[in-house]
């Protein structure tokens, strides 16, 4: 197994900055790689920060990421929608933190329910940018997979 991070993020992540910024707030996503970037380094994580608007992107990033030590994965609306993604992230076998921007539990009912969150190994939400660091460092407190 490697020190390698996939940090991986779903639609419309790329419109950071200037999407909703009362919802999202005003970091753009290059905001959120530098942030990731900068503390996987402290961590001794080698980062591997990814964007797709497309479902299926996302579940090939997802199987690159296999024999890593861990995803952090924003499936932003896919979270909500994709029995696919859920697939993808419980065939790889490798640690998966799911984070949120947004605390998604006060927001539309739909956004309540998470395909993801049972193959996870933990939810992190409604901490802006912190929650890609929460979720790196809920995975160095992991120990690694054999």
């Known amino acids: 197994m490697s020190d390698t991070v996939h940090v991986l993020n779903g ?10 910024p009362g919802i ?3 970091a753009t996503l290059a905001d959120v790689e530098a942030l990731c970037r900068a503390e996987g380094t402290a961590l001794g994580f080698e980062i591997v920060f990814r964007q797709t608007n497309s479902e299926g992107a996302l579940v090939d ?5 296999r024999g890593a030590r861990g995803i ?18 419980a065939a790889v076998g ?3 933190i799911e984070v949120h921007l947004s605390n998604v539990f006060a927001r539309e009912a739909f956004r309540h329910h998470s ?4 193959v996870a190994r933990g939810v992190i ?3 802006g ?18």
């Open 11 to 20: 639609p419309n992540l790329n419109l950071l900055g200037t999407r909703e």
């Open 24 to 26: 999202y707030g005003a």
């Open 61 to 65: 990033f997802i199987q690159q990421a």
């Open 72 to 89: 952090v994965l924003n499936a932003a609306a896919y979270t909500h929608t994709s029995v696919a993604v859920r697939d993808a992230v």
């Open 94 to 96: 490798v640690p998966t």
């Open 115 to 118: 395909y993801l969150s049972p």
């Open 125 to 127: 939400c409604g901490f």
């Open 129 to 146: 940018p912190q929650s890609y660091v929460l979720g790196l460092h809920a995975l160095a407190g992991l120990p690694p997979a054999p």
